[in-house]
């Protein structure tokens, strides 16, 4: 029989009948007061563009309409194009500022200073108006052409958000180059391979998984920083809205409606981003236990 007195002779402690306790919940009164006060919040709110000034059959009528899907379908194609080159501009400054040659980490570094420091609207308005500095571009005795005719509010644009991206993309394409172990260049040099092949065949591979998230999230950003170009007459999604509601005087309608097709851009390309890092992440993702 076992001895239950205490080791040092005593009685034993006593015995605790849990099932005497009635279980009282914990009262989260906070969480239940903040939520009732945004509830309330978003209910007015609701109700107040509900039964606003806004008349939104018009909302449904202009949100298809021929210059609100044209002017789509440009900001879809700008932010593609100026990202492909903001891309390669990045890879290419990374490149230079990681090298051992001076001047071209000096340019590097000179190009990120210059583009991340001052405004993307100043920068479209100095491409816009360039033809005021060099009325006339070309090689002198081969070929020329005035300038204004060539930096139309597409190619303007085009530059202005390409290049002020590669700026960005290239600390973005820089950190995750250091990202990958040093050992990794030194094998590549072991076994022969010049630095930019050992880059593209076994660095940049791996530094993808770094690279693609923040690159993704840049390529959301662009397409909404496409919208800037409106200040240059580039016929985007916003450009084409405030025409129309100059015309028509429904402002708010037509801001809805770009707002509506800016969003629906957004989450497809937020869907394209999960599916492309669960894609780069393979082996290395943790799963929720």
């Given at each position: 029989m076992t001895d239950l007195r205490h080791p040092d002779g005593g009685d034993p402690p006593p015995v605790i009948n849990f099932s005497e306790y009635q279980h009282v919940p914990q009262r989260y009164y906070g969480r239940i007061f903040s939520s009732v006060i945004i509830l309330a919040l978003l209910a007015l709110l609701v109700n107040a563009f509900a039964h606003g000034k806004i008349e939104w059959r018009f909302v449904g009528q202009f949100l298809t309409a021929k210059a609100i899907l044209f002017g789509l379908g440009n900001t879809i194609v700008m932010?593609?194009?100026?990202?492909?080159?903001?891309?390669?501009?990045?890879?290419?400054?990374?490149?230079?500022?990681?090298?051992?040659n001076p001047v071209l980490r000096a340019v590097a570094v000179g190009y990120t200073w210059i583009f991340r420091g001052t405004p993307l609207i100043l920068q479209l308005l100095l491409w816009f108006n360039l033809a005021l500095i060099f009325p006339v571009m070309g090689i002198p005795g081969l070929f020329s052409f005035q300038t204004v005719d060539i930096m139309t509010p597409f190619m303007a644009a085009l530059l202005g958000l390409s290049i002020n991206q590669g700026a960005y993309t290239s600390e973005v394409v820089r950190a995750g180059l250091l990202s990958v172990d040093?050992?990794?260049?030194?094998a590549a040099k072991t076994i022969g391979m010049t630095r930019l092949h050992a880059l593209r065949r076994i660095i940049l591979p791996q530094a993808m998984r770094v690279i693609i998230p923040p690159i993704g999230n840049e390529f959301i950003s662009m397409v909404k920083t496409t919208s800037l170009a409106s200040m240059i007459q580039y016929s985007e999604l916003l450009y084409n809205a405030q025409t129309i509601y100059f015309a028509n005087a429904r402002v708010m309608e037509l801001l809805f409606v770009a707002g509506i097709w800016y969003l629906v851009a957004v989450t497809l390309l937020s869907l394209g981003q999960n599916r492309l890092e669960r894609f780069y992440g393979r082996g290395t993702q943790r799963r929720d236990r």
């Open positions: 932010s593609i194009l100026a990202m492909l080159l903001g891309v390669i501009f990045g890879v290419i400054i990374a490149v230079m500022r990681m090298s051992h040093l050992g990794q260049y030194e």
